[in-house]
């Protein structure tokens, strides 16, 4: 069973640093996609950052392009989410999601863009929330 566990969210001033962890258990293989989705109040959930575990690549959304940096430490199976110079506007429930369909390292802007509906696993949402 593949389990994701969130961690690393809290309040944080605007212009700061945050960094979330995301630890996957279960995966049958190396080869899976992990990464980052949020939902602010009233808003839908949107991708934020994705990671390819199997070479790396990453995918990232024009709203957070700059200012986050996904990485992965596939000895621990846990990727991070470093969020530097924070807006109010990053103040959202954030949520690590993974998913290990076939060559997915080449799709990651298609997995990991909207609402995350292509992203099979899920863990708890942690929240950020960024004072002005």
């Known amino acids: 069973e593949v389990q994701l566990q969130a961690s690393g969210g809290g309040l944080v001033q605007a212009g700061g640093s945050l960094r979330l962890s995301c630890a996957a258990s279960?995966?049958?293989?190396?080869?899976?996609?992990i990464g980052w989705f949020r939902q602010a109040p009233g808003k839908d959930r949107e991708g934020v950052s994705c990671i390819s575990t199997r070479d790396g690549r990453t995918y990232y959304a024009d709203s957070v392009e700059g200012r986050v940096t996904i990485s992965s430490d596939n000895a621990r199976d846990t990727a991070y989410l470093q969020l530097d110079n924070v807006k109010p506007e990053d103040t959202a429930v954030y949520y690590c999601?993974?998913?290990?369909?076939?060559?997915?390292?080449?799709?990651?802007?298609?997995?990991?863009?909207?609402?995350?509906?292509?992203?099979?696993?899920w863990g708890q949402g942690t929240q950020v929330t960024v004072s002005s």
């Open positions: 999601a993974a998913e290990s369909a076939p060559n997915i390292h080449v799709g990651l802007p298609y997995y990991c863009s909207g609402s995350g509906r292509y992203m099979d696993y």
């Open positions: 279960g995966f049958p293989s190396d080869d899976y996609a």
